[in-house]
């Protein structure tokens, strides 16, 4: 998508709405995250496998699966479960489990992978990928559960993703092996069957749709990963295939939610992000960090409260997908060239009513500095000198900010906040400045 041509001259109103000319200097702040559970990835894979040990028959074929994006170690954590598989005798392959993404293509999902950093080399093992699927169940109400067909003829399935709180909606099982099961190894047919009820529903159908797969008998099991604040391996735990949708992942979710990285401060009036995309969460912007859900049916978050929001840029990560746009409020026009609209609707329309809002463009300016004057005009403060402004790269590292005078008097009163530099001009030349 190119920017259209534009006579941004009356644009330029906006600068003139500066009540000094100036928009107030920001100085560089990061939570302390003392005591963060860590592991080596790569070991403790290997250590959580063991209890599979006796089930590996020799040569069996393994669909391992990946897909999620943002998980940092998923490249370690995937070859490491390869290699104890191949040592255990088992002939194991990569599956794309991502449902719609990649252009609902099984070359655009390789080509995600590869973006990823999962690659047969990295690995080592095949990659095989399909958008076809075999039906293995109904919902209650006739919905149909669809299993890629390439798992479903393997010998047996290891579930690989993080477990952490859902973008969309919020229950028992949220965001985990579960969902990578019913969505993901769903392919787009799976994924758009199970979106189509609404996102209300969509919690107990991936429930019910996991179990269904599990109940085939192809599952082994799942490898949770759990992160820290600092979106670094935290653990990694072995889900034998009846736990997956029940109890034992329930129990990883909330240990996961109480390792989630947030925000300092609950309330803004402007939150810039630098860059979002698919590679930073499902929807672009991790809402648990924004406060902003905006899916119809679904309770909004009480925290944080943000006025206004400006996003920047597209990750390149996201291959043009920019899903979750809409829940920004302002952007500079250079973004619309990073657009690739039909990957953002297939994945805004395979959501459902996920995607409805979430998939509208925000206002359009012309440069980073326009787009960070717009949103604080419609924040509704009056006296600048009162702005609660905060800049942050990406919905990944809410622990390191840029903040006004305003946020930075209350940090001072903060035993978990440290100033890490001096003030400087958020903006040169109508762009953002370098951190």
Known sequence: MTAPAQDWGPFEAVRGLRPDGVIPQVTPIRRLLPDLPAVAPAEATQAALEPLRSRIQPGARIAVTAGSRGIHDLVPVVRAAVDWLTAAGAAPFVVPAMGSHGGATAEGQREMLAGLGITPASVGCPIEATMETVVVGKLEDGTPVHHDAIAAAADGVLVINRVK??????????????????????????????????????????????????????????????????????????VPAEGIAGAAEHALLQRASSLLGRLPFDELDVLVVDEMGKDKSGCGMDTNVIGRCWVYGIP????????????????????????????????????????????????????????????????????????????????????????????????????????????????????????????????????????
């Open 165 to 238: 709180p859902h973008t969309d909606f919020h229950g028992p099982i949220e965001s985990g092996l579960a969902k990578i099961l019913a969505i993901g190894l769903g392919n787009h047919a799976g994924a758009a069957a199970l979106h189509a009820g609404g996102i209300p529903s969509l919690g107990g159908n991936i429930e019910v749709a996991a179990r269904t797969v599990v109940a085939g008998g192809k599952i082994l099991g799942g490898l949770a990963i759990l992160e820290n604040a600092l979106e670094r391996t935290a653990a990694v735990e072995f």
């Open 300 to 435: 909004e978050f009480e925290s944080p409260s943000i006025a206004a929001i400006s996003v920047h840029s597209l990750s390149e990560a996201s291959h043009g997908n920019a899903s979750g746009l809409g829940m920004a409020d302002v952007m500079p026009a250079s973004m619309l060239a990073q657009i690739d609209l039909r990957a953002s609707y297939v994945n805004a329309l395979t959501s459902g009513a996920g995607g409805a809002r979430r998939s509208r463009l925000p206002m359009v300016m012309e440069d980073d500095e326009a787009a960070i004057l717009a949103a604080i005009t419609m924040c509704g403060r009056r006296d600048w000198s009162e702005l609660r402004l905060a800049r942050i790269k990406d919905t990944l590292s809410p622990h390191e900010l840029l903040v006004t005078p305003a946020l930075l008097d209350e940090a001072a009163d903060r035993f978990d906040l440290e100033i890490t530099g001096a003030a400087s001009d958020l903006t040169v030349e109508g762009v953002l400045a370098p951190w």
